[in-house]
């Protein structure tokens, strides 16, 4: 199995861009969840879904960020417009029982 | 709610050092346990998990044992390895899909 992709790896943008992260969860998972991570905050959970549906979206910082699951096998979260302190790195896990499996991350630095 | 509290980090040990690290966790129900490893630059990866009271996970010489009395977790390995030096973090399931994790602790291992 490939495990969790995420791509970009890194995202370098200005101030004011609308960035795309985007993700795809290991086949047959039906929890996705997105993360970000910063030195100040740690892990924090942004949103996740079960079965495409969004369940908990309470971690979202502002309504410039967004996240959508069109099909099983597909994610993206986006930040439109962004600024410099959602520099940050963001995972994205997927899960079928408890166990959440991580991708690489989305190293994402806005200048 | 549910909650995790790690030791407070870095912990700092010598090669071949015995290393524990503090887990304690509040929960209602039964929650299965994890501890999760981050290496620099990468995203989380699962090192054991223990589904029950009394159960020991155990993965690549470390060793947690679900204690439901003191409501603990804690990480152990006998002698650690300059390679072991990473972010460890540790989490319990929730009945709503998602884990509630701790906010890391930081090893370091010196050669």
């Known amino acids: 199995d490939a495990g969790v992709i995420q791509s970009p790896r890194h995202e370098v943008t200005e101030m004011g861009q609308e960035v795309t992260l985007r993700c795809k969860p290991i086949?047959?998972?039906?929890?996705l969840f997105w993360y970000r991570q910063t030195m100040m905050r740690g892990l924090e959970l942004l949103i996740y879904?079960?079965?495409?549906?969004?369940?908990?979206d309470s971690g979202m910082p502002e309504d410039r960020f967004s996240a959508k699951m069109p099909n099983a096998s597909f994610s993206t979260l986006k930040i439109q417009p962004s600024e410099p302190r959602d520099s940050a790195v963001y995972f994205c896990?997927?899960?079928?029982?408890?166990?959440?499996?991580f991708g690489p991350g989305t190293r994402l630095l806005v200048l | 709610g549910n909650s995790v509290t790690q030791m407070e980090g870095p912990v700092t040990l010598s090669e071949e050092a015995f290393l524990t690290i503090n887990c304690t966790y509040t929960?209602?129900?039964?929650?299965?346990l994890f501890w999760y490893v981050q290496y620099p630059g990468e995203g989380l990866q699962l090192l054991l998990k223990?589904?029950?009271?009394?159960d020991k996970g155990s993965n690549k010489g470390f060793e947690a044992t679900y204690r439901k009395e003191t409501t603990s977790f804690h990480l152990e390995k006998g002698s650690v390895q300059v390679s072991d030096s990473a972010v460890y973090f540790c989490?319990?399931?929730?009945?709503?899909?998602?884990?509630?994790f701790g906010q890391g602790t930081t090893l370091q291992v010196k050669p």
């Open positions: 223990a589904t029950k009271a009394d």
């Open positions: 896990a997927s899960s079928l029982d408890e166990t959440q499996y």
């Open positions: 879904f079960n079965n495409n549906v969004p369940i908990d």
């Open positions: 086949s047959g998972h039906d929890y």
């Open positions: 929960a209602t129900g039964y929650p299965s």
């Open positions: 989490a319990l399931s929730s009945n709503t899909g998602k884990l509630i």
